[in-house]
């Protein structure tokens, strides 16, 4: 009677090990799954990122050419604009001695 009852246990706690075994197995293989998908996305990500850097890179290297050249036409603007300045003071000087020699030439005439 006491084989027939450890024998009944052992089949009991073997059936067990069985099913538990296939549930773990299949756990097991659900997770490897779920690991590859996810390290799927983590590249795709890390592709997304990557690509992200080197746009944000250009534009970046784009922003700056346009800041060196609006500093530069800025610093072309104001050397035209003192030069303008300095052209409209001879222009006046050369009015006023037009003047003064016409002024001179109506005297002798």
């Not at 246990?9 to 997770?31: E, I, M, R």
């Not at 035209?80 to 037009?98: D, I, W, Y």
Request: hydrophobic share 40%; proline share 0%.
């Amino acid at each position: 009677m006491e084989s027939f009852l450890l024998t009944i246990v052992l089949g009991v706690l073997a059936l067990y090990f069985f099913a538990s075994k296939n549930v773990y197995v299949s756990l097991y293989k659900k997770v490897n799954e779920e690991k590859d998908m996810l390290q799927e996305q983590n590249i795709k990500i890390q592709d997304l990122i990557n690509k992200s850097e080197k746009q944000v890179k250009g534009s970046v290297q784009s922003l700056e050419d346009s800041h060196h050249n609006l500093h530069v036409a800025r610093e072309d603007l104001q050397k035209l604009r003192l030069e303008n300045t300095e052209l409209k003071h001879k222009v006046t000087s050369l009015q006023n001695k037009v003047d003064e020699l016409y002024a001179q030439v109506n005297t002798m005439v």
